[in-house]
């Protein structure tokens, strides 16, 4: 199955690839990952880093739900000495704590120094949910608890946010949504590769090659956690128009639009979209996103009319959707190093903030 998925990408990407392809940045592609879709699969089927093992914790949730997270070390071990940053990752549709990107992130948190945590979204994390509820592209309510849980159990550790893909949106919509939260809860927070038009990725998801690369697959993992959902809640889902999806509208349709009380699955991607929200935050925030992304339209990404001050734009020519895989990222991946560089500058202008009314006061103006 790996060797199909590489010759369509392959494929693909030679008769699909942009001009963008060959325009130079910051992140550099290799040679041989030519265009978006390549970019995006070879990471995922070919991961940069081994599995990582981490400690799980079981939440339970007010609604009588439960979600699991991983730490990268058990966060009882630690002492009021060790305030480590902590950083928290959101995954994107049916992501876990293994996921690639999450392989990466986390081990280079711990490379570092830090404490890391990848909270599963409801139903995520190899074990069906409770309740007739899934987890939603902009659940920024979900987001808010989640992070209030983790400040709750670490409250003398600084916090830092990453959502990658869909968890991008909800971390982004949330950063809108609740500006004065976040800024109390986290200290900086990126979005890797989120899809911030909704509608417009679902329905770019879909079509094409699209459908063949990814939308089918994204339908394989939903399906069946959605008919065994069905089967514990008749009066919620209807089993045949879960059978009967074939790309991941469908099953926003049947599923996740049902669940979350909307009309129609466009309905749902417009309720859940985070680009309305941008102009609200307050947190600083990277917007990572490559141009090239096989199904993040690059023309319904933000201007930077669309944010505010302190949301900060970066669209690099490559990397694909979730990608960013270079030559030399066997030691230093390249998107830790992006993200942690931007909570390193966001650590030094906030430091700079406090010291510089120090560092240029005078006694005289006591008298003034």
Sequence with gaps: M???????????????????????NDFKAPIWQIGGHMQTIIPSLFPLVA????????????DGDFVDVDWTEPPEGLDNTQNKPVL????????SSQSHYARVMMSSAKQRGWLGVVVHFRGCSGEPNRLPRVYYAGDAEEINTFISIIHHKLPHNEIYAAGVSLGGNALLKWLGQYPSDALRLVKAAVSISAPIDLKETAHSLDKGVNYWLYSKHFVASMKPKALQMAQRFPDYLDTKRIQAASTVQEMDNA???????????????????SKPWLLAIQTETLVLNAKNDPFVPFDTLPSEAEVSSTVHLDYQAEGGHAGFYGDADQDAPWLAERVFNFFNATQQSQLDAVLDPL????????YQ
């Design 88 to 95: 928290v990752l959101f995954h994107g549709l049916e992501g």
């Design 359 to 366: 560092i240029h006061f005078h006694p005289s103006s006591l």
């Design 2 to 24: 790996k060797v199909i998925y590489f010759i369509l990408a392959m494929t693909a990407s030679m008769f699909l690839c942009s001009s963008t392809c060959l325009a130079t």
């Design 255 to 273: 599923v996740t639009s049902v669940l979350f009380g909307a009309k129609s699955a466009d309905e749902y991607y417009e309720v859940n979209a």
């Design 51 to 62: 599995k990582q093992t981490y400690v799980r914790e079981r939440w339970e949730l007010s």
